[in-house]
């Protein structure tokens, strides 16, 4: 009898995955944001947070159901994305409502912040630099970094969607693996 061929995908490990690190960059910033900038007491540092935490929790569950649901993998990422761009609103409202400056595109603290965050994935970096940086900076870093993770959270939904038309979901690939063991 011929021996069965796997048919789940072993791939890395969804730390691995430069969003996950964007996204827990973002976290460990919006934590000390949300503790060292809200007073005690405001609802918005648990919303921050947990809208934070959702945008890194998701793409980590969704990456480890991918290896048997293509769908939930899909579904998690895009709540990922949801999840970040509800703690953008928030970053924009911090801004608005306080009367500080969210950074223009013709701004060079923009594009200094933009390099910055494209050449930094390690939340270390973040944890180290940001406590020397005023409120106004922390959330235009954070709103940089977000805006970075949601164009790498829409190619990586795009690359998930034309997986599953190649590929198909669990259940195709059940089916396909057994057929090919039965010899037909």
């Not at 809200?38 to 540092?45: A, F, M, V």
């Not at 969704?62 to 990422?77: P, Q, R, V, Y």
Request: glycine share 6%; net charge positive; proline share 3%.
């Amino acid at each position: 009898m011929p021996t069965p061929k796997p048919f789940l995908p072993h791939g890395g490990t969804f730390k691995n995955l430069i969003v996950y690190q964007k996204a827990e960059c973002i976290y460990d910033i919006t934590y000390y944001f949300a503790h060292h900038f809200l007073e005690k007491g405001d609802r918005t540092i648990d919303q921050m947070v947990q809208a934070a935490r959702s945008g890194k929790q998701n793409i980590a569950e969704g990456a480890s159901a991918g290896n048997t649901s293509k769908e939930t993998e899909i579904k998690l990422t895009n709540v990922a994305k949801a999840s970040l761009q509800e703690l953008l609103v928030d970053y924009e409202d911090y801004l608005r409502v306080r009367g500080l400056e969210q950074w223009q595109p013709d701004d060079l603290r923009l594009a200094q912040a933009k390099r910055a965050c494209a050449a930094h994935n390690d939340s270390a970096y973040y944890r180290n630099a940001i406590p020397k940086r005023s409120a106004e900076t922390i959330a235009n870093i954070a709103i940089t970094l977000i805006h970075q993770t949601d164009w790498m959270l829409n190619k990586l939904i795009q690359k998930l969607e034309v997986m599953f038309v190649e590929g198909g979901g669990m259940r195709e690939q059940m089916t396909k693996a057994r057929k090919e063991f039965r010899g037909y």
